[in-house]
T-cell receptor
């Protein structure tokens, strides 16, 4: 596709449920990033992949959060045993190279609401 | 926290006026970028300025960077109603690898 796509766009989960959020980056983009954006705040870094390698996962808030990119293209962010504080917009971004100096292209985000 | 701060938090102006938003950060950086986010949408990259640059222009956008003060400003000239959005600065620094650290954003409203 022409841009980064994410699905679903909206997800409502009951507390304790597991959720999986998908990101399709721009074809050929080596780097993929996940960010979490709370209402009224700027995005906060969660994790970063270069191809299939997860090079930085220091931003994941707990061991309930897990991300993968097994074939170096599509990525999935999984949240186990969701809590209310997990409610946020989850943004995926990709960039052409591994260097942060490149602009990042963002998807529209998945809005997660945990009841 | 490495996160930067932006001011003002909210800015309301009339169409045709200029809008200036400021960003401060805490550590030495490699680059600083500005992004725009329309309500309910993802972020759109506007401009990137490197740590050895002082000023950069792109259309109606002008970005300045003062590394001695650890601050940057984004100027939008001749604003339009379509410029209404949230604007974020984002930095990467020498030990951060590829991650971006975003400020809290400025909500700009341009009234027609």
């Amino acid at each position: 596709g022409a841009g980064v796509s994410q699905s679903p766009r909206y997800k409502v989960a009951k507390r304790g449920q597991d959720v999986a959020l998908r990101c399709d980056p721009i074809s050929g983009h080596v780097s993929l990033f996940w960010y979490q954006q709370a209402l009224g705040q700027g995005p906060e870094f969660l994790t970063y992949f270069q191809n299939e390698a997860q090079l930085d996962k220091s931003g994941l808030p707990s061991d309930r959060f897990f991300a993968e990119r097994p074939e170096g293209s599509v990525s999935t962010l999984k949240i186990q045993r969701t809590q209310q504080e997990d409610s946020a917009v989850y943004l995926c971004a990709s960039s052409l190279q591994g260097l942060a100096a490149r602009e990042q292209f963002f998807g529209p985000g998945t809005r997660l609401t945990v009841l | 926290s490495q996160q930067g701060e932006e001011d003002p938090q909210a800015l309301s102006i009339q169409e045709g006026e200029n809008a200036t938003m400021n960003c401060s950060y805490k550590t030495s950086i490699n680059n600083l970028q500005w992004y725009r986010q329309n309500s309910g949408r993802g972020l759109v990259h506007l401009i990137l300025i490197r740590s050895n640059e002082r000023e950069k222009h792109s259309g109606r956008l002008r970005v300045t960077l003062d590394t001695s003060k650890k601050s940057s400003s984004l100027l939008i000239t001749a604003s339009r109603a379509a410029d209404t959005a949230s604007y974020f600065c984002a930095t990467d620094w020498r030990t951060s690898g590829s991650r971006l650290t975003f400020g809290e954003g400025t909500q700009l409203t341009v009234n027609p």
